[in-house]
């Protein structure tokens, strides 16, 4: 796997890596440019992890309708500013998704699929959480 960055001015980059797809990346003081890297890695974190709950999900045949993966981390305040702490959060919405299914599938997902958390969690203590979204 490759991947790289082109500078387009300021503090802001366009990122690709194998597959073509490109992405705008920016510091934080760069107005406009895109997700910062490290907002680039709770994306990662989510996205990763987002796959693997949904497609375990549908092969328990449950109908999911809404589901929305929330990433949260501490940062250090000294440089360099890493990430001393996250929780994940699922929010899962259907007619008739089980509770256990979720966490089963988020249980799948944190100790067997997921390649950002297995990486992660040895920098860091990730938390996690499902809730049913409420129908109405």
């Known amino acids: 796997m ?5 500078w387009k001015g300021g503090l802001s980059f366009i990122g ?9 990346l920016a510091a934080y003081t760069d107005e406009g440019g895109g997700s910062s890297p490290m907002e680039m890695v709770l994306i990662a974190l989510a996205g990763c992890t987002a796959i693997d709950v949904l497609s375990t999900l549908q092969k328990k045949r449950q109908h999911v309708d809404d589901f ?10 000294d440089y360099p500013r890493v990430f001393t ?3 994940v959060q699922y929010i899962v919405g259907g007619d008739g998704v089980r509770l256990d299914a979720v966490e089963h599938a988020v249980e799948l997902s944190r100790t067997k699929y997921c390649s950002v958390h297995a990486m992660l969690k040895q920098a860091l203590p990730i938390e996690f959480s499902c ?3 409420s129908s109405g």
């Open 16 to 24: 690709c890596a194998d597959r073509g797809h490109e992405i705008n």
């Open 85 to 87: 702490a996250a929780s």
């Open 131 to 133: 809730r049913l979204k």
């Open 68 to 77: 929305e993966v929330h990433v949260k981390a501490d940062q250090s305040d």
């Open 2 to 6: 490759q991947a790289k960055v082109i």
